[in-house]
């Protein structure tokens, strides 16, 4: 069955980074758009950023040119390098994978 787990979560402060990491399996991963997401507390799930099988990638307005989303086929994971990273960052990060399947998240939390 289709598995994505997600890692690199944690607590960084104002201005840090973080890179998150989802390992896929169960897909065909090469030729797979993959997506990250986030909800924060209250609020409902949103895109942050997405990457098609030949690389192509989308982000939200307001994490473009802060977040760059990447894959690695070989090793079946996609990666979100998060920089300048700001308070209303924090929220627990999704992958999702076509056409609906979702990892259990990770959580990011910045602190001020």
């Known amino acids: 069955q289709v598995q994505l787990v997600e890692s690199g979560g944690g607590l960084v402060q104002a201005g840090g980074s973080l890179r998150l990491s989802c390992a896929a399996s169960g897909i065909i991963f090469s030729r797979s758009g993959m997506g990250w997401y986030r909800q924060a507390p209250g609020k409902q799930r949103e895109l942050v950023a997405l990457?098609?099988?030949?690389?192509?990638?989308n982000y939200a307005d307001s994490v473009k040119g802060r977040f760059t989303i990447s894959r690695d086929n070989a090793k079946n994971t996609v990666y979100l390098q998060m920089n300048s990273l700001k308070p209303e960052d924090t929220a627990v990060y999704y992958c999702k994978a076509p056409t609906d399947y979702w990892g259990k998240g990770t959580l990011v939390t910045v602190s001020s």
């Open positions: 990457i098609s099988s030949g690389g192509m990638t």
